[in-house]
């Protein structure tokens, strides 16, 4: 959805007015950083809105962040539904050098470069732990390990591997030459999320019913791999902005 939070001139200060979904750390944080769309010209800008300096530490009126329970992965962090209703920020916290949406778009590239990475450690695991156990269970008298399909599973499960963490690596060469663009880190998410994502269910079920259990962590790689491919944008949405940069047509609209 286009961003519709808005912001309006109001003397030194600006008012913000609009509703975030699945803002990580959107209840803890000292600092928080609104984009919002100016109403005078219509661009998108950056606020920094700062908690009361009180023993409470209480936020500003206007803002009213709500924690989402109940989300099957990742829960190590937790995000919340914010509520913005007449928060009044000083112009001063605004950020200088954010003046449109193509800013905000330098942050998305960096933070889906790292959701990438994201994508190859869980990946990672996944196969290490399936590696691991198909040596150690043994079905019909010898190791699962034994077997062509196991087999078969492992050698795909690393060639995908592989072929990811290649693609991260060259993504960090390119950012270290300043030359990595958005599409590029489209692509690289939306690769390595489906990867990985692959990789992890085939963990799982190399570890069948001994993969339901959370103690053995494949299929909590697996429910964080669903939130991975969730967040910086769904798999669908990369699609489109690799599509857009391909054919020069954009699907948004
Ligand atoms: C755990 C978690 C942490 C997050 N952290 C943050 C955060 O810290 N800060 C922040 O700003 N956001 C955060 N997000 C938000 C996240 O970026 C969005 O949830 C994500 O981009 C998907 O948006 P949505 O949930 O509104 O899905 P929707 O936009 O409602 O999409 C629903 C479905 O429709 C498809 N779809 C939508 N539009 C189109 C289209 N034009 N064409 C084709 N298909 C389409 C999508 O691919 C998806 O399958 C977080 C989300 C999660 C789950």
Partial sequence: MALETSARRDGEDYILNGHKRWIGNGDAADVVVIFARDVADGRVK?????????????????????????KIGKRAILQ????????????????EHCDSFKDVSRVLT??????????????????EIAAHYSLVREQFGKPIGSFQLVQNKLA?????????????????????????????????????A???KWICAE????????????????????????????????????????????????AFK
């Fill in 46 to 70: 950056a606020f920094v809105m700062e908690k009361n300096d009180d023993d409470e530490g209480s936020f500003p009126p206007g803002y009213r962040p709500t924690v989402i329970t109940g």
């Fill in 80 to 95: 919340s539904d914010i509520v913005i209703e007449n928060l009044r920020i000083p112009a001063r916290n605004r950020l």
């Fill in 110 to 127: 960096a933070t889906r470069g790292g959701a990438a990475w994201e994508a190859v450690g869980h990946a990672m695991a996944g196969y």
């Fill in 156 to 192: 795909n499960m690393l060639s995908e591997l592989t072929a990811m963490q290649l693609m991260c690596s060259r993504m960090a060469e390119l950012i270290e030459s300043d030359r990595l663009t958005g599409p590029m880190a489209s692509m690289v998410k939306m690769a390595t």
């Fill in 194 to 196: 489906q990867k990985a």
């Fill in 203 to 250: 963990a799982r079920d190399i570890l069948a019913g001994n993969g339901l259990l959370l103690e053995r962590h494949v299929a909590r790689h697996l429910t964080d791999m669903d939130v991975v491919s969730t967040y910086e944008g769904t798999d669908s949405i990369q699609s489109l902005l690799v599509g857009r940069d391909i054919t020069g047509i954009s």
